[in-house]
């Protein structure tokens, strides 16, 4: 093939190649714009309006239940033990009898110190007479002063030697009365640590542990409240905001730990007079009533105080509150329906709401489920959500 017809037959081509990619150029330069798009929906969201109440902030503290009387039952005299009169882990009152030491030693005791007695007064009686006769004798100055005295010292010596055995009586009738054991508190008593016909002795430091008495209703609480807590008290205190437990008592609430809601309801008594420095606490004592003697010495229990002053706090539901950076904020819905960032300062827990110290005004409406869809600004969809005395009937 000649040289010329080649080279006309590649122009050609290259020709019809670059026709085809304007052709398709020109197709695309010719499609529809896309449409404008359309504004964002407006999210739905939900509403309160938080209820406004006079309300507290509470410190909760921890401690353990103690009985307000605890008495060891010792006997106050030896001997062998002859009965035991009452049935362990019961409950028992003032001066029932718990247990009886064999008595027989002790009542001969007594029968002894009952003749030695009688033998004074019959001494006293007969010194008593002679002393008499002798004063008569005196008075004719038939008798000398020396015999009158010595008469007269008879009859003093016979009156302390009755005196003497008297005490030996009253002394040997309470060893036999103590041969009977009653408990001095009522209360709930404990096992018998002795049982029958064990020797059971009085000696001071020796002296033979029975068993354990605790007194039940009332019970007490003791805590360990810290420093910087205390020092708050009495700055409230200070200011008339809340009375401290040194000068009156003070409101104090209670659970036990499979309890909530601190449904048990008392008050603080009693603070110690210091510091303790090894701990930065001080010791103080609630006091809770105990009816049915269901709470016993030793229960662990969480103790809630009044923390602050009455101040006039709002009630919103806890999923209503965003963190931003540590700070805490709510959607706040305008007139408009619009949604507006609003930081607050948040309490504690109220009746499962959360109190709202700062930030919010009586009367507005606080964006509650849909939260992370909003946006500063941003008009909204609200629906309000039931009261919120009707969502928590409890109140």
């Known amino acids: 093939m000649p040289s010329d017809f080649r080279i006309f037959g590649m122009r050609t081509l290259v020709r019809g190649g670059l026709l085809s990619a304007a052709f398709f150029a020109a197709s695309c330069d010719q499609k529809p714009a896309p449409a404008p798009s359309s504004s964002p929906q407006a999210p739905a969201v939900t509403f309160v309006v938080p209820e406004v109440r006079r309300v507290i902030d509470w410190d909760e503290f921890t401690g353990r239940l103690a009985s307000p009387e605890t008495v060891e039952i010792r006997s106050r005299v030896s001997g062998y033990l002859e009965e035991v009169h009452f049935k362990e882990g019961a409950e028992i009152n003032e001066d029932d009898l718990l247990f009886k030491i064999d008595p ?7 029968e002894k110190m009952e003749a030695r007695v009688l033998s ?39 009156e302390g030697l009755l005196r003497a055995a008297g005490a030996e009586l009253r002394q040997a009738r309470l060893d036999l009365e103590f041969t009977e054991i009653r408990s001095p508190i009522a209360g709930r008593v404990s096992d018998a640590r002795v049982t029958k016909g064990n020797l059971v002795t009085s000696e001071g430091a020796e002296a033979t542990l029975l068993t354990t008495v605790v007194s039940l209703d009332p019970i007490y609480c003791y805590i360990e409240a810290d420093e910087r807590s205390v020092l708050k008290y009495r ?18 609430e209670m659970e036990l730990a499979n309890e909530t809601g601190f449904p048990h309801k008392g008050y603080i008594d009693f603070v110690d007079n210091q510091l303790d420095p090894a701990t930065g606490t001080i010791r103080a004592r609630a006091v809770f009533p105990n009816p049915d003697k269901l709470m016993a010495p030793g229960f662990f229990a969480r103790v809630r105080v009044p923390g602050s002053g009455e101040y006039e706090g709002h009630l919103i539901p806890d999923r209503a509150i965003a963190d931003d950076q ?42 509650v489920d849909g939260v992370m869809a909003v946006r500063n600004g941003q008009k909204v969809k609200p629906e309000p959500l039931p009261p919120i005395g009707a969502t928590n009937p409890g109140n």
Request: aromatic share 6%; net charge neutral; charged share 30%.
């Open 104 to 110: 027989r030693p002790y009542e001969a005791i007594v």
């Open 120 to 158: 004074a007064k019959s001494r006293v009686e007969l010194t008593a007479t002679e002393l008499e006769n002798v004063a008569k004798l005196q008075g004719n100055g038939a008798i000398s002063a020396e015999d009158y005295e010595r008469r007269a010292k008879a009859a003093s010596d016979a």
């Open 235 to 252: 700055e409230l205190h200070r200011e008339g905001k809340r009375v401290s437990a040194q000068f009156g008592r003070v409101v104090a």
């Open 326 to 367: 540590g700070t805490s904020f709510v959607w706040v819905i305008d007139a408009e329906d619009t949604a507006t960032y609003r930081r607050v300062e948040v309490g504690p827990l109220l009746d499962s709401l959360r109190i709202i110290r700062t930030g919010l005004e009586a009367g507005e409406r606080v964006v």
